[in-house]
């Protein structure tokens, strides 16, 4: 693997686990966790999401275990006083142009729905679609995967 790739798996990975820790240490933290549990992630180009979005699938979720194996996390869906200890990418988004028009609202919803709903977003990859009037005040955490064109 590249250190581009490995960079963005790690920043990825701990980046998601990040939102497990306070709850981690024994409180129902639901309101304060949900801005940060949605990672947003936003390339410039269509190309460059494909490329990321099949680390999603395999290295992404592996590191999330394996830190979570460094760490003493116990297995599986465990938990401690209600509340699972291990992080997982259960519900996955895209907002992109691939998307049809007809689509759009249902995402939207499901952006809006916040944690502890087991329907919350874990991850959403985004091109510029994100830019053009999608307001979700809950969202409050985006990685930018390459430097915008536009930046100098």
Known sequence: MSSHVTAQVRTLATLLKAPVLPEATGGNLDELVDPYWTLVVY??????????STLVQAEIREYLNAVCDRTGIPLARESFKGIEL???????????????SSEIP???????????????????????????GLDVPRLS??????QPKSAS
């Open 43 to 52: 390339f410039n180009s269509l190309r460059e999401l494909g490329r990321a």
């Open 86 to 100: 291990r992080r997982f990418i259960n519900n996955f988004d895209e907002i992109t142009s691939r998307m049809r």
């Open 106 to 132: 249902a995402l939207q919803r499901k952006l809006f729905t916040a944690k502890p709903s087991r329907d919350v977003v874990d991850l959403c990859y985004a091109t510029n679609m994100i830019q053009v």
């Open 141 to 146: 955490l985006m990685s930018i995967v390459g």
